[in-house]
């Protein structure tokens, strides 16, 4: 074997979206990382389309989010969904979801935090991976390798080796830290020995990738151009035809014998002729699946590689975004020096809860689909009163079960680190919604958006280290627990936000943030233990409690 040398603090394995996530994270934190990908170059095959909303707040800390939204879907088509018989019938139920441009004007406009920062942004995976490929290679201490596959590693106390395979030559290659992004039969993960729990291989389906300059223009459907997102075909096939960014690019799910009658189900849902091209045929699998730990000593796992969901809710690569930026931030906390042990040890707890529930929703939503698809009957299209009351039927149900794939806030902003190292906890907390999301700044919940003066973001005020937001012309000494943070080496900012509006969402005077804007700590007074809070949130101390307030 040959053997070459190439030093890196982290490695990471897979350039999909979440791998190329961390590496875009690390790499404008400072920490030289190598990222590996098998493919010799991204792929033009369809997966995910829709960037959530927790998803675009993320990209707009990282500076990157007008650049996605310009690769994306523009700004003006709605989202909407329809379950339809074929496109040139009228619809049996539409589902109206707003546009961004919409959203947005809502969002301008909501003072109470219960919404996101940013809307959602609707962008195929294979425009996705490209332009996050290239804005990792930008970034000076970020390489990017692809055609280079991962074969195994050894790990000890100091570090990572890995042998790697890149133009039929194998290499190894150091690293303090190594993380799978492998997806969904992640190699990393089963070197490791974790194993997936849950179901898996639950329905097969495939999927085609079409090219129609008009179909757009033509949509048939109702009254109106029909222009929407989605469109749920009530047929024996559950055939499911969605628009992709380009709005000239469509894909088709169905549960059909083989590829060819891929191109057949496309004509049958369109129903007016239009001239096409099948671009790709594949077949792809439902798993809802939780992998059993997201990592071993210097070794980690994130995406796909430890959570498999039913896109139903889209919480797939959302939920792998997720995992990158909590990753990311405490993998160079620890590399610079600052950060303790527990630090990456909170990893596994914070992100596998998410997971875990991530794969529930995905469950939920995905149940509610079924069940109004097995209330198709073949007379549903008929012009008979046995057509009519099948018909009936399955759009009342759907109209209630349908919604749970579309509507899932809760999960997207509410997700909550629960019994984690690195947040001071407090006895109790609100509950876990799905579909509903309840602003909070409950330790371990993600801060919410909030509007300041002039129309400016809090979060645009917030930069990339720890952050003790005073609020609301709060003057509480924060000089010791700066002093505490600084000792500690952690970066560490006090931000005075003296708006009313931001204390009364907000429900504190103090706010100790996380890089990632999770809530470590909140309180009316000082810390009372200022160091041991030092500490804790940065992996340093080991006991967690209840902080009491300065008297
Ligand atoms: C039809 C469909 C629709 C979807 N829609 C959505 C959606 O709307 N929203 C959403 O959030 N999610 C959606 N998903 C899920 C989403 O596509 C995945 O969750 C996402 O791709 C996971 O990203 P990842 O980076 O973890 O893994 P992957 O995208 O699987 O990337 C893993 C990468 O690792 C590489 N790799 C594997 N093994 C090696 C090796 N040994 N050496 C080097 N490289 C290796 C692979 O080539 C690949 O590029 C959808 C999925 C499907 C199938």
């Avoid at 509610?368 to 009351?389: C, F, M, N, V």
């Amino acid at each position: 074997m040959q053997t070459s040398r190439i030093d890196t603090e982290v490695l990471i394995v897979g350039a999909g979206p979440v791998g190329l996530v961390l590496a875009i994270d690390l790499g404008q934190r400072g920490v030289c990382c190598t990222l590996i990908e098998r493919k010799d170059a991204p792929q033009f095959l369809p997966k995910m389309e829709r960037c959530n909303a927790r998803t675009m707040e993320i990209f707009r800390r990282m500076g990157i989010v007008d650049t996605v939204r310009a690769a994306g879907l523009r700004a003006d088509v709605p989202m909407d969904v329809y379950l339809v018989l074929a496109l040139n019938r009228p619809p049996l139920l539409h589902l109206p979801y707003p546009s961004v441009a919409e959203a947005r004007r809502r969002i301008d406009a909501c003072t109470d935090g219960t919404m996101p920062l940013e809307p959602y942004q609707l962008i195929s995976q294979y425009t996705l991976e490209p332009l996050l490929k290239s804005i990792a290679e930008s970034l000076p201490t970020v390489t990017v390798r692809y055609g280079c596959e991962f074969v195994s590693f050894d790990q000890d106390a100091s570090g990572v080796t890995t042998k790697i395979l890149f133009q039929d030559k194998t290499s190894k290659v150091k690293s303090r830290y190594l993380v799978g992004c492998d997806g969904g039969t992640s190699a990393v993960r089963q070197q490791l020995g974790i194993g997936l729990r849950g179901e898996g291989d639950l329905l097969r389906f495939r999927q085609a990738l079409y090219y129609c300059e008009e179909l757009f223009g033509k949509l048939p459907i109702g009254n109106g151009p029909g222009q929407g997102r989605h469109y749920h075909v009530v047929d024996e096939c559950a055939s499911f035809l969605i628009m992709q960014d380009s709005t000239r690019h469509w894909t088709l799910h169905a549960r059909v014998a083989q590829d060819a009658d891929m191109a057949r189900q496309f004509e049958a849902t369109v129903g007016i002729p239009v001239k096409y091209e099948m671009l790709n045929v594949g077949e792809w699998k439902h798993n809802l699946l939780l992998a059993d730990h997201y990592g071993m000593d210097r070794v980690f796992l994130a995406g796909d590689a430890v959570h498999l969901v039913i896109p139903t809710g889209g919480l797939g690569m959302n939920s792998g975004v997720g995992d990158a930026v909590d990753l990311g931030w405490k993998l160079a906390g620890t590399l610079q020096g600052w950060g303790g042990p527990n630090l990456l040890a909170s990893y596994e707890v914070e992100r596998r809860q998410v997971g875990d529930r991530n794969v529930g929703a995905s469950r939920y939503a995905s149940a509610g689909r079924r069940k109004w698809r097995s209330l198709y009957r073949p007379e549903i299209g008929d012009d008979s009163a046995a057509g009519k009351a099948a018909r009936d039927h399955l759009v009342r149900v759907a109209d209630v079960e349908q919604r749970k794939s579309n509507e899932m806030i809760g999960a997207e902003l509410g997700y909550r680190y629960v019994g984690s190292p690195v947040i001071w906890e407090e006895p109790g907390g609100p509950e876990h919604l799905f579909r509903e999301y309840v602003p909070t700044t409950w330790p371990g919940a993600r801060l919410p958006h909030v509007w300041l003066k002039d129309h400016v973001a809090i979060q645009d005020r917030i930069g990339r280290g720890y952050t003790l937001l005073r609020l609301g012309g709060c003057r509480e000494d924060a000089s010791v627990l700066a002093n505490a943070m600084r000792t500690c080496g952690a970066p560490f900012d006090v931000l005075d936000i003296p708006d009313a509006g931001a204390r009364d969402l907000y429900g504190c005077d103090l706010i100790l943030l996380r890089p990632d804007l999770h809530v470590a700590w909140r309180g009316q007074r000082a810390p009372a233990q200022p160091q041991a809070l030092a500490a804790l949130v940065t992996g340093n101390r080991e006991t967690t409690g209840q902080i009491t307030e300065r008297s």
